[in-house]
């Protein structure tokens, strides 16, 4: 399914990164990497296994530092910050990781709770309780909040990791392959998910996938990495129709389901 257009501020450039370089050892992973992000939108950024995707959001999380190049967060030079500094941003970033990485010992309710007591702990329990209700209602999982997370779906481990970068109201999501190990439909209600955080909290958002359903549902543009930068950029169909051989070979190996 093609994706509803939705308002994009172009003249508010949240994430901003010129000449990105990164290699561990010999091995020389981003070369020279351009990107902006604007306000309002979701940026997919497709490539190959091993091609620095990961590294790349990492880099805009500020947990791996780059060899040279600038990213600019929310108006910050990430690499020029304190580390105080450093992680007051990063409470601007939601970061939805792979595998959700919840805590296995608490429940739904304790996994959102915790992040609230460490970062706003002027909140009345009151006020907490009601703030985890908010955001898990804004996932579809009301019912879970005493659940377990051994007792989740994957599909719903991913709400409730997904409500628990929520709960601080980050201004940019950065999504790690949000569809990864799921089925076809749940993947695609992860999707309907992401554009619906996109709409309800007006986050800017970077999302790696390999999952071209993914790509085209939840993508108002697509960046394809090929050698360390940044190969193609456009949206869906501009990145996938233009009879570039690297797009072709990407396109040819996947999926794509039309919900
Ligand atoms: N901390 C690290 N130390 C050494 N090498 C690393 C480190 N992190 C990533 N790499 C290397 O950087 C390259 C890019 O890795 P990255 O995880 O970004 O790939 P990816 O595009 O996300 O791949 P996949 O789609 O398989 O998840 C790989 O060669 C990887 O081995």
């Known amino acids: 399914m093609r994706k509803s257009p939705v ?8 994430i901003h990164i010129r000449g ?11 070369t020279g ?5 604007y306000k309002g939108e979701n940026v997919v950024v497709l490539g190959r296994s091993g091609s620095g995707k990961s590294v790349l959001i990492k880099l805009i999380a500020g947990l791996l530092k780059p060899d040279s190049g600038t990213i600019c967060v929310a108006g910050e030079e990430i690499d020029q910050l304190s580390p105080r500094a450093l992680q007051e941003l990063r409470l601007k970033i939601g970061f939805l990781y792979q ?4 805590y296995d010992s608490m429940t739904v309710r304790e996994n959102l ?31 879970s909040i005493d659940k377990m997370p051994s007792e989740l779906s994957g599909g719903q481990k991913k ?9 601080l109201h980050p201004d940019i999501m950065l999504y790690d392959e949000p569809t990864a190990g799921l089925d076809p439909v749940t993947s695609s209600d992860i999707n309907m998910l992401i554009n619906e955080v996109q709409q309800k909290y007006r986050t800017s958002s970077v ?34 129709q233009t009879g570039d051989a690297e797009a072709k070979k990407f396109y040819d190996y996947n999926f794509i389901i039309d919900t």
């Open 207 to 240: 999302i790696i996938t390999h999952d071209l359903t993914c790509a085209k549902t939840t993508g108002d543009r697509i960046a394809l990495i090929t050698d360390g930068k940044f190969s193609r950029e456009g949206t869906f169909e501009e990145v996938f």
């Open 33 to 37: 990497m351009d990107l902006d992000l």
């Open 159 to 167: 709400r409730v990791g997904i409500a628990r970068t929520l709960i």
């Open 7 to 14: 308002d994009i501020d172009k003249q508010n450039t949240v």
């Open 20 to 30: 990105l370089y990164k290699s561990f050892d010999t091995v020389a992973v981003l």
């Open 113 to 143: 709770e915790f992040p609230l007591v460490r970062n706003s702990p002027h909140l009345t329990h009151e006020e907490r309780e009601d703030t985890i209700r908010e955001v898990l209602e804004n996932v579809g999982l009301s019912q």
């Open 99 to 102: 595998g959700s990485a919840l």
